[in-house]
């Protein structure tokens, strides 16, 4: 990182560091704590909702009318909610206090990673009657990413599909590989109205969209944090409307070396 840019977390810590070659102001410093706590809201939120929505099943329910391998998938659910915003919480804090990279590459089954998304957002899905599924290339290597990065991603590109997506509609994830084998594709689609042209507009322009759709949220801040995500793992996000309808984000990540999965 440069001398010049100061890291969020420098801001919150210390009002009087420069940004660039200009001193931060207090309502600049204001500004950029506030921003970066809702980015965090943000980012617990959709594993949070996982489990509550879980947790609420399970005391509506007779846990003795529940069948013992429901029961293991309603935990193991609830479990990997708890470990996403776990997780995120630990980036940030390393990120903060130690200073550890941004971007921490390791080798990951990108089939089990989509997996974990549908199963933490299923129950969203299922309550508006979306069908929610995943296509994955056969004989899909392991890839080298950040599976955190990776899975927030997911989470917000996902999510807000679900969100966006009227009842009795579909959202899809496919995992490809390049013709060339030097990119991973992921490809989000849902069925439901697009995305405004004149909010399309913006955000491929990186502006923050909130509240764009009434009773749903809007689009703008889980894109964007998608965007973010995207240009750390040096990927490439394109966002448009398909022409049959619905809302299409294709996620394009150059891999230098992929890693055959194991039989």
Excluded: W
């Excluded at 949070?48 to 309603?74: F, H």
């Excluded at 550890?100 to 508006?128: F, H, M, R, W, Y």
């Excluded at 999510?159 to 966006?164: D, H, I, L, P």
């Excluded at 959202?171 to 030097?182: H, K, L, N």
């Amino acid at each position: 990182m440069s001398d010049n840019v100061s890291k969020p977390s420098d801001i919150m810590g210390n009002p009087g560091l420069a940004t660039g070659n200009r001193p931060v102001s207090p309502k600049t410093t204001k500004d950029a704590i506030f921003h970066a706590l809702g980015d965090f809201a943000h980012e617990l939120r959709n594993p949070l909702n996982a489990v509550y929505g879980y947790s609420q099943l399970l005391s509506d329910l007779d846990a003795s009318e529940i069948p013992p391998e429901k029961l293991r998938d309603y935990a193991e659910t609830i479990n990997k909610g708890v470990r996403q915003a776990l997780q995120v919480c630990e980036r940030v804090l390393a990120n903060a206090v130690e200073e550890t990279p941004e971007v921490q590459l390791t080798q990951v089954e990108v089939g089990s990673l989509i997996n974990d998304v549908i199963d933490i957002l299923g129950k969203i899905a299922e309550q508006k009657k979306i069908n929610l599924r995943s296509s994955i290339q056969d004989n899909f290597p392991n890839v080298r990413t950040d599976p955190l990065l990776m899975r927030q991603y997911l989470l917000n590109v996902v999510g807000n599909a679900v969100k966006c997506t009227p009842s009795g509609g579909a959202v899809e994830i496919r995992a490809t590989m390049s013709a060339r084998g030097d990119a991973m594709i992921i490809v989000v689609q849902d069925t439901g109205p697009g995305i405004p042209s004149a909010i399309l507009s913006q955000l491929q322009m990186g502006r923050e969209i909130i509240r764009s759709v009434p009773d749903q949220g809007g689009f703008g801040r889980g894109l964007r944090i998608s965007q973010d995500i995207a240009q750390k793992l040096g990927a490439a996000l394109e966002l448009y409307n398909d022409p049959a309808g619905g809302a299409v984000c294709v996620l394009r990540q150059p891999i230098a070396k992929v890693v055959p999965k194991k039989a």
